[in-house]
C-alpha cells in the first residue's frame, strides 16, 4: 500500500517541497529510504522505527521503501523523520491516507516518539504558505517561529502520538506567533563608553550611511566595546528584514526554536576563521558568518591577523551584498549585505610612540596585509586612542538612545533623496545627488589633484560628506562636510608618504 | 691625470675587489681591518687570499659598463671626484649611471650627506624630508645611500627642490637596491646620477656596504645623522667623517627612544646639533655662508586652525587626543582636513598626524 506525506527540504536558504512517498509490500522485512539523503536521512529509519514502536504502533515486518522526491534534490538533517514516520503509518493502514492531506509535516523525532526541533523551520513554514499546504506540525519549540509565516496554520505537536490525534481530525489550538526577543534598545549601550568621543562621531556616521569602519589603536582601548554598541545606535529591523534574518539563522541552526530576530545581527568570528567559515559552503553547505551578519554588523577584530584568502573571500558580498557558492554542480545564493567593523593594531607590535621598534619593512608588512579587498572598501578609519583619566572616571555623557535618533532621521534624509547611486554610479550623478557648495568641490579637487586619492576614493568621499551633512540637517554638503570625511578616509593621507 | 678613458690597471683593481669579494667579507670585518685591506696592492691582496691576481679584459669590462648603460671613472681621469683623492685606499673607479660630466656638476658645489636608521619613525622621515629639500634649495647637494628609512627620505626631499642628490650603492649602480626604492632611483638618476664602486651585475656584499658608508662620508663635505640606534651603520658612516676631517652634525632625538640613542651620543661627543636646514647649512658653508630661499612666510592661520596646528606641534599626534584637549571631534576632523590640505600637517601612515617641517 502506498501512502503519500509533505514535508520540505532546505535548498540554500531557501526550503522547498518534498514529498515522502512510502510503499509497503511483502517481502523480506526490509526498510529502505533513496532520494539522495545524507546520513542524517539514512540513520531516521532508526529513529523511525523506535519512534512508532515507542509510540505503541506497529512498525509493519515488511518490505517498506521510502522515496523522497524530487530525486535529484540533496536532502539533509533530521527534519524528514516526522513525515517518514507518518507516512509509513498510512501506508500500513493504521493512518487514514487522505489525512496526509491536510498537514504537511516538519520535525525529527527521538527514540522515545517525541516531536523535536530542527533547524529551518522558518524557511520550510514559508515554504509550506508558497505551496499553499494547508496546514504545518512541527515542534512545540519552534511553532511559534513557524507562525510567522502569516497565513499558514501552525499546529505544534510534543509526541508522534499528538501527531497522529490530529492527523485523524483532532482540533488544533491556533499557534501565536513569534514576539520579537530583541530590540536595539536592549543591546550594550554606548554609555558605558567613555571619553572616545572621536569614535563615536564616526560610529555614528557609519551607522547613518552604512559605511565600513575601521578602527585602529593599541590593544585596551575600547575597540571590540565600541563596535560591539554599533546595533544599539542603527534602526530596528523592518519586518521583513527580521524574517529574513530570523530564517538565515534558523537554518545555521543558531536560533533554535527562537523568536524573531530584532535588532541587528552582531557577529564577530575569531580570526582564525576560514574562508568558508566567513562566507559559507562546506561539505553540508552553512551560511557563513558574512550571511549571519546579513543586515546588521560583521566585527573583523585583529584585521591583520585574518587569513589572506578569508580576506579575500569577503569581495563578493562587499560588491554584490550576497555570495554564491557553487559545490557538488549546484549553486547557492546565501544573502550577505552586512556594515563591515574591523579594529587593527596601528602597527604590528600594537605599540604607539617611542616605545615601538617597528621598522620602515614591518610597517609596509602590516599594511600590506590590511590592503587589498578590505582596506579599499572602508570609508571610515579613525584611530581609538587611550583616553586621559578624568574622562574615563567621568559620568556617561553619550547615550544611544541619543545618537540612535540622529541616525535615524540622518537615514529618513537619505532615502528620501532616492535614487541612492550605489557603486558603478558615474560622477556626475553622485554630484548632483550629493548637492556639494561650490567650496566643498573645490576642497575635493585639491585633494583629487594633490594625488590623495583614487577615483573610487572621490566618490567615497563624497558619499560620506552627504552622510556627514545628513547628520547635521543640512540639505547641501558643505566644506566642513567634505573636510569631515576627508580626514576620516585612510587613502587621504598616502599621497604624501607614498613617495618617501 | 687625462680625460679620456679609465686606464686598465685601475679596471683590473676594480675587477680584482669583485673577485675576491669572498675573502674580503671574510678578513675584512671590522671596519679599520677592511680599509687596511683596501690599501694593499693587487698582488698582495690575491696572495692573502690564496688566489692569483687576474685583473681581467678592460676592453670587456668597459663593454660590460657601456651595455649596463654605465660610466666608468678612474682615479687618474679629470672628472674623477676632487674630494676622493685625500682618501686612503679611495676606490679605483666609480660606476655612474650618467656621463661623468653630470657627477662633475653634482658635486661642484657643497656637499652634503644626510644618513640615518632604516627603521625610522614618521618624525624622523619628515625630518629628513625637510632638510633634504632645504639643502636642495640651497643648491647643496644631497649625497645618501638610498636605503629604506631616511636615506630615501632625504633623497626624496632633494628632489622635491631643484638641487642635484647623489646615491651610493653598495651593489652595481645599474641596478636599484632596495628593489622598493626603483622609483626614487630612476628619479634621482634622471635629475643627477646614482654610482657606486661596485661592478655592473654585482650584488651588494656585507663589506661593500662597509666601503660605500666611506664612500658617502667621502664625497660630502658635511654629514648630517638623523635617527640612528646604538649599532647603526649610519654612525659607522659619522666614523668616517671624523676620520676624514669632515663637519659631522646630528639631529638629536627624546632621550627615552631607542632608536636616538645613538644620534643623541653623538651630540654628547661633539657633533653639531642640528635642526633643520638652516643648522645644516651653517655646517657646511659658515655662519651666514648660504641661505635656505625660504618660500613665502606662511600666512597666520585663524583661531580654530591655529590651535590645532600649535596642539599638533606640542605632540598632540591623533585626532582622538585633539578632542581630549577640548576641540569638538567634527572641527577636530575639519581642520585637520584643511590643515594637511594647505600642507602645514602631514598625516603618517599609522594615521598620526605631524607638523609639515
Known sequence: ?500 | MTGGQPCSACLGRSRTLARLSPYLDRAGRGADRLVALLGLSDSRLAQLAGREADGGDPGAELGRCRRAGLTAICRHQDLYPARLRGLDAAPAVLYCTAPGGRLGDALAGPTMAIVGTRSASALGLETARALGRGLSAAGVTVISGMALGIDAAAHAGALEAPGHTVAVLAGGAERAHPVVHLGLYRRIAERSCVVSEALAGEAPRRWRFVARNRLIAGLADAVIVVEAPPRSGALLTARWARELGRPLGAVPGPVSAPRAAGVNALVRSGAELIRDAEDALELVCGIGGRRVPSPEAPAELPGLLGRLLAAVAEGAATPSELVESGIAPDEVLAGLAELELRGAVRRTLSGTYLPAL
Open chain 1, 1 to 500: 500500500m502506498l501512502a503519500r506525506a509533505r514535508t520540505f527540504a532546505l535548498d540554500g536558504l531557501e526550503s522547498t517541497g518534498v514529498s515522502v512517498e512510502v510503499n509497503v509490500r511483502s517481502g523480506l522485512p526490509a526498510f529502505l529510504i533513496v532520494g539522495l539523503g545524507d546520513t542524517a536521512v539514512r540513520e531516521a529509519r532508526e529513529r523511525v522505527r523506535a519512534a512508532i514502536v515507542n509510540s505503541g504502533f506497529d512498525f509493519p515486518p515488511r518490505r517498506i521503501v521510502a522515496n523522497l522526491a524530487p530525486a535529484h534534490l540533496r536532502k539533509e538533517g533530521a527534519g524528514f523523520d516526522l513525515a517518514l514516520a507518518c507516512a509509513t503509518l498510512a501506508a500500513s493502514g493504521q493512518l487514514a491516507t487522505a489525512a496526509l492531506d491536510r498537514w504537511a509535516l516538519f520535525g525529527e523525532l527521538s527514540l522515545t516518539g517525541e516531536v523535536r526541533a530542527c533547524p529551518g523551520t522558518l524557511a520550510a513554514a514559508e515554504a509550506a504558505r508558497r505551496l499553499r499546504c494547508r496546514g504545518l506540525v512541527v515542534a512545540r519549540a519552534t511553532a511559534p517561529e513557524a507562525a510567522l509565516a502569516e497565513g499558514l496554520r501552525v499546529a505544534a505537536a510534543t509526541s508522534l502520538r499528538e501527531v497522529v490525534a490530529l492527523l485523524r481530525g483532532a482540533p488544533a489550538p491556533a499557534t501565536a506567533p513569534a514576539q520579537p526577543t530583541s530590540s536595539p534598545a536592549e543591546e550594550p549601550d554606548l554609555a558605558d563608553v567613555r571619553g572616545q568621543e572621536m569614535a563615536v562621531q564616526a560610529l555614528a556616521i557609519a551607522a547613518a550611511g552604512d559605511h565600513n569602519l575601521l578602527m585602529y589603536g593599541p590593544p585596551g582601548t575600547g575597540k571590540t566595546m565600541l563596535a560591539r554598541r554599533l546595533p544599539s545606535i542603527l534602526p530596528p529591523l523592518s519586518r521583513a528584514e527580521a524574517l529574513e534574518v530570523t530564517r538565515i539563522h534558523g537554518i545555521a541552526g543558531e536560533h533554535p526554536g527562537g523568536g524573531l530576530v530584532g535588532a541587528r545581527p552582531f557577529r564577530s568570528p575569531h580570526h582564525t576563521i576560514s574562508a568558508v567559515g566567513l562566507v559559507g559552503g562546506g561539505a553540508r553547505r552553512r551560511p557563513g558568518e558574512a550571511s549571519l551578519a546579513h543586515r546588521g554588523v560583521l566585527f573583523l577584530d585583529e584585521l591583520s591577523e585574518f587569513s589572506r584568502p578569508s580576506l579575500e573571500a569577503l569581495r563578493q558580498p562587499l560588491e554584490d551584498g550576497r555570495v554564491t557558492i557553487v559545490r557538488g554542480q549546484r549553486a547557492v545564493a546565501y544573502p550577505a549585505s552586512f556594515m563591515l567593523v574591523a579594529a587593527t593594531n596601528p602597527c604590528p607590535c600594537g605599540l604607539e610612540d617611542e616605545m615601538c621598534r617597528c621598522t620602515e619593512a614591518d610597517f609596509a608588512r602590516h599594511r600590506r596585509r590590511l590592503s587589498g579587498p578590505v582596506l579599499d572598501r572602508m570609508d571610515l578609519v579613525v584611530h581609538v586612542g587611550r583616553p586621559k583619566l578624568e574622562r574615563l572616571q567621568a559620568a556617561p555623557s553619550i547615550h544611544s538612545a541619543e545618537v540612535r535618533e540622529r541616525v535615524l532621521t540622518a537615514r529618513e534624509r537619505r532615502s528620501a533623496r532616492r535614487p541612492d547611486p550605489v557603486g558603478a554610479a558615474c560622477g556626475g550623478d553622485r554630484l548632483k545627488w550629493a548637492q556639494p557648495e561650490a567650496r566643498a568641490r573645490s576642497a575635493l579637487a585639491a585633494a583629487y589633484e594633490r594625488g590623495a586619492l583614487s577615483a573610487r576614493g572621490h566618490d567615497r568621499v563624497l558619499g560620506v560628506a552627504r552622510t556627514i551633512a545628513d547628520l547635521d540637517a543640512s540639505p547641501a554638503v558643505r566644506l566642513e562636510h567634505v573636510l569631515q570625511a576627508l580626514a576620516l578616509r585612510q587613502d587621504a593621507a598616502f599621497g604624501a608618504q607614498r613617495a618617501a
